[in-house]
T-cell receptor
Framework: GESVGLHLPTLSVQEGDNSIINCAYSNSASDYFIWYKQESGKGPQFIIDIRSNMDKRQGQRVTVLLNKTVKHLSLQIAATQPGDSAVYFC??????????FGTGTSLTVIP | KAGVTQTPRYLIKTRGQQVTLSCSPISGHRSVSWYQQTPGQGLQFLFE???????NKGNFPGRFSGRQFSNSRSEMNVSTLELGDSALYLCASSLPELAGANVLTFGAGSRLTVL
């Protein structure tokens, strides 16, 4: 999963399997969270968001789970496809539009 | 509608030089944020501009500066470049302070290499 540090966590999954990417956030006052996907040579792209008054939100093939008790966020990708290979970042947002990003997790999908 | 546009996409400078990067936000977005992305440090917040005023600032030295124009376009400048300034500089725009709308939309970035 994600952590602030020098090494980018990596995850390899077989095509068709489900992927789970984890993120530990630090500020209990964060009230909004976003997952971003960054493909090689591109900027981060919005995937899904969740507010702190929710514990689960689903999108197309993606689900975000929020556990405020342990300050943990996860992104689940169903039926992972080669196009899902990218670096995934979680962002915690404090009031005043202050964004804090993790260092990211590199997901590699094996065909 | 057009996304966030950053220019130039790639540039190479030498130590001691200065560089100016440009960002055109999504039409209607008035907040522009700048981030530095490096492999070891991830996305580091530089500053945010809203209505031509710097509203938030990260922990970067004074060599890093920026500004925003009346049309919301923004520039950032790095003076006296150091090798450690080599990074991908990302610009993001947003509609701030609207419920559910404070999502950052990123440009593709400007890749700076300092030799």
């Amino acid at each position: 999963g994600e952590s602030v540090g020098l090494h980018l966590p990596t995850l390899s999954v077989q095509e068709g399997d489900n992927s789970i990417i984890n993120c530990a956030y630090s500020n209990s006052a964060s009230d909004y969270f976003i997952w971003y996907k960054q493909e090689s040579g591109k900027g981060p792209q919005f995937i899904i968001d969740i507010r702190s008054n929710m514990d689960k939100r689903q999108g197309q093939r993606v689900t975000v789970l929020l556990n405020k008790t342990v300050k943990h966020l996860s992104l689940q990708i169903a039926a992972t496809q080669p196009g899902d290979s990218a670096v995934y970042f979680c962002a915690e947002i404090l009031t005043g539009n202050q964004f804090y990003f993790g260092t990211g997790t590199s997901l590699t999908v094996i065909p | 509608k057009a996304g966030v546009t950053q220019t130039p996409r790639y540039l190479i400078k030498t130590r001691g030089q200065q560089v100016t990067l440009s960002c055109s936000p999504i039409s209607g977005h008035r907040s522009v944020s700048w981030y530095q992305q490096t492999p070891g440090q991830g996305l580091q917040f530089l500053f945010e501009y809203f209505s031509e005023t710097q509203r938030n600032k990260g922990n970067f030295p004074g060599r890093f500066s920026g500004r925003q124009f009346s049309n919301s376009r923004s520039e950032m400048n790095v003076s006296t470049l150091e090798l450690g300034d080599s990074a991908l500089y990302l610009c993001a725009s947003s509609l701030p302070e609207l419920a559910g709308a404070n999502v950052l939309t990123f440009g593709a970035g400007s890749r700076l290499t300092v030799l």
